[in-house]
């Protein structure tokens, strides 16, 4: 496996890293505790240094997988993880808060559950409204300066907030979503991380599966699987996008490798400081996304590839009212 720096920050994790997230939420019911746990540890075991979990995957659920795999290989992988949201005592989400003793409390309890004395890498999961990011920014590096945490990250945030926010503690890493079909933050959040050098973390790589050409237009998914309700999910939104699937396969073909693994190395190629996080529950499909680290593509078939992806059909879930 590769290794990449995340800008210019000094911090080098493996070029495509582990999201943890669909192990206990978001796509259908958790995966038993020991399945888990073999899944991040092949992960490890494959070259992967860099998985990525937060408080609200479960809730909480996710850190403590994350925690009990990853112990016995602490000293050799990265774990990021996310605070922004408030809880009851069930559990229950009660909606955003990152004022600074709220950021205190959820470091703290995230330090617990991933069984470590040091976060590597603590995003702010989602912007918040009530809180100035000056003040966001500020009780991370505190935070960084008592050595609970080393690195300080945003998720879906627009250029405006990284810049306010690096003034006043470095930001190492951005996490919002990115993929052949969701090419947002080309427009002002690549640019920004490019002069303030900063790496760039894109979730959903895969497009919730919708790239590996696995998704037909007649899939039903449950309640429980967020594209049950995503917009660009709906079986018309699937079948205009599905001429974005085709030219993947193609390419695909030509390299001898799957529809996943060029999607991932196209994002390999956008930056030399981008690292995917692909998400799988499988094996199988573990190997596959981490398989992508080795290919390169060729200039014309990424000309294609962006030709294919110019208009993308229905709007993309989770995350697109807090650009900004």
Known sequence: MHLRALGTSGLEVSAIGLGCMGLSANYGEPVE???????????????????????????????????????????RV??????????????????????PAHIRHAVDGSLR???????????????????????????????IQHGKVAHFGLSEVGSGTIRRANAVQPVTAIQNEYSLWTRDPEAEVLPACDELGIGFVPWSPLGQGFLTGTVNQTQQFPASDVRSWFPRFSPEARAANQPIVDT???????????????ALAWLLAQRPWIVPIPGTRRLGRLQENTGANSITLAGEQLARLKAATTVVHGARGTGQETYG
């Not at 040091?118 to 991370?140: C, K």
């Not at 993947?248 to 799957?258: G, L, P, S, W």
């Open 248 to 262: 993947v396969r193609q390419i695909a073909a030509e390299h001898n490798v799957t529809p996943a693994q060029i």
């Open 78 to 99: 990265v774990i990021a993880t996310k605070f922004a949201f408030d809880y009851d005592e069930a559990g229950n989400r009660q909606g955003l808060d990152s004022s």
């Open 113 to 143: 559950r991933l069984k470590t004395e040091r976060i590597d890498l603590l995003y702010q999961h989602r912007a918040d409204p009530n809180v100035p990011i000056e003040d966001v920014a500020g009780t991370v590096k505190e935070l």
């Open 33 to 75: 505790e020991t399945a888990g746990i073999a899944l991040i540890r092949a992960a490890a075991d494959r070259g992967v240094t860099f998985f990525d979990t937060a408080e609200a995957y479960g809730p909480f659920t996710n850190e403590e997988l994350v925690g009990k795999a990853l112990a016995p290989v602490r000293d």
